[in-house]
């Protein structure tokens, strides 16, 4: 501030610079010295841990203190692929990098990087600290080491690498499921480690793959598991049995569990790469299919699809006949069955009644035109024969009701008594019966695994229609089985 000076003295003012109590004066910013520009300005720095910490000032000379870490400019990270973690700021010991550079790096007296070079690899660094571990693949990364390490290894030597990185805090992992499921060993979801786009490349790679390997051993885990179900299905001895299985699971790995970022510009590339390496998993097409064959089996039908071979041999005279007939389809199921019958003609018409020991009986029209007969039976079968010479015939036969085709050729051999005897054999494919189609789209249908809507409402089975009761007999339900069934 101005004060009034003594006389004689000078008459230009003074300033006092002497500081007042509460603070240094704010100096004026003409006098304000002008930044210099640190050739260190635009370099990145590792983060050091600490938020809460003030700064040390930067000496005049413009180092940076060994404090801050090891200073990394913006094409280093851009090799690294912006990878900086804390704790990643200690050098890695000079005398492990040059033990990893002689065995990762080919020459005429390693021309190959193998097994005993992964293996001193991998011990040399689970030696390392976390951060020094770190900042190893750093480097590693930056002089190419990293991605011969990498492409050198089989899948156990991944996983083990993977897994030293995990435990140092490179990685992270993505579990899935503790084991399999249920009583027939559903393959659990592996697990993964997330690929984290901060993590070097190569390292980003060996995630990738060990995703890949897991993925496809899940998906022949479960081609296993439909093995095992296939099996329990021929096993099942009832229709209860067989619905108490439970339908087939199908197998789906979505690429979310490979913890991309949307946002990572290498998403697309490793999901698809990923796709590829896992495969497909396995339909359950077939699975079901062998479902419904033997359902069909347990209701007491043939099932869809199969081709049967029979053959039948007979004695006659002229009213009575005595035979036995055999049959084997191609799901190794067959019988044997003898049966008696009686026999009537008129001119060219004629009726056969036959009894089976199955305890079933079977009615069959005739009609003879020359060299061709027709025959109708109480079954539904239609046939047409014909004769070609005087011992054999050949006919076609087509059952509508059953949706079965088939044909064969037969031969009779007469006596002086009147007696014949006969020989025939033939085959018959089975189709899908129209009753079977209407289920297959029919919403309201029930299928084996879905249980009667009438157990959920807690109704006794006297309670049921009769022709309820009939209907559910056929699936082997029972008033005993019913009981057990109903909800406590």
């Not at 404090?67 to 704790?87: I, K, N, T, Y």
């Not at 001895?237 to 299985?245: I, M």
């Not at 789209?441 to 006794?460: I, K, M, N, W």
């Amino acid at each position: 501030m101005s004060r009034i000076d003594p006389p004689g003295s000078s008459s230009l003012p003074t300033i006092d610079t002497t500081p007042e109590t509460g603070g240094p004066p704010s100096p004026s910013r003409a006098a304000e010295p002008r930044a210099q520009v640190s050739p260190h300005r635009n370099e990145l720095r590792a983060f050091d841990g600490s938020a809460a910490k003030t700064p040390e000032p930067t000496p005049r000379g413009g180092s940076t203190p060994a404090s801050a870490g090891p200073a990394r400019s913006a094409g280093e990270l851009a090799v690294l692929g912006g990878w900086s973690r804390p704790g990643a700021t200690k050098e890695p010991p000079t005398d492990v990098l040059e033990d990893l550079r002689a065995r990762l790096t080919r020459s005429l007296e390693n021309w190959t990087v193998g097994a005993d070079d992964v293996r001193a690899v991998h011990t040399a660094l689970g030696g390392l600290p976390s951060g020094t571990y770190r900042a190893t693949l750093e480097r590693m990364q930056h002089d190419g080491l990293l991605s011969a390490y990498v492409k050198a290894q089989d899948a156990g030597a991944r996983l083990a690498f993977l897994e030293q990185a995990e435990s140092k805090g490179v990685l992270q992992r993505r579990n899935g499921e503790a084991g399999p499921v249920g009583a027939l060993g559903y393959p659990a979801v592996p697990d993964v480690f997330v690929n984290d786009r901060r993590l070097p490349e190569a390292m980003r790679d060996a995630v990738n793959a060990h995703a890949t390997d897991v993925g496809a051993g899940f998906y022949r885990a479960h081609t296993e598991y439909l093995g095992r179900y296939a099996r329990a299905v021929d096993g099942a001895q009832s229709l209860q049995e067989l619905g108490a299985l439970g339908p087939p699971r199908a197998a789906h790995l979505p690429e979310s569990i490979l913890g991309l970022e949307w946002k990572d510009p290498a998403r697309r590339d490793y999901e698809t790469a990923w796709k590829v390496g896992i495969g497909q998993p396995k339909s359950l097409n077939l699975t079901l299919q062998h479902v419904s064959a033997r359902q069909r089996e347990l209701s007491g039908e043939r099932a869809g699809g199969t081709v049967r071979l029979h053959g039948k041999v007979g004695v006659s005279n002229e009213h009575v006949q005595w035979g036995a007939k055999a049959a084997l389809d191609t799901r190794g199921h067959g019988d044997l069955k003898g049966e008696v019958g009686v026999a009537a003609r008129n001119g060219p018409v004629g009726i056969e009644v036959s009894h089976d020991s199955a305890g079933d009986t079977d009615v069959k029209l005739k009609l003879k035109l020359g060299l061709a007969e027709l025959s109708l039976d109480s079954d539904g079968e239609q046939r047409v024969a014909v004769g070609v010479g005087t011992l054999f015939q050949v006919h076609a036969a087509l059952n509508p009701k059953k949706a079965e085709l088939g044909g064969g050729v037969s031969a009779k051999f007469k006596a002086d008594d009147g007696s014949q005897a006969s020989v025939e054999a033939g085959f018959s494919m089975k189709g899908l019966t129209a009753e079977r189609a209407g289920q297959a789209v029919d919403r309201e249908h029930r299928g084996v695994f879905q249980p009667p809507a009438e157990l959920a409402s807690r109704t006794a089975w006297d309670a049921l229609p009769e022709a309820t009761r009939a209907t559910y007999a056929k699936e082997g339900w029972n008033r005993e089985a019913w009981t057990r069934a109903l909800p406590r």
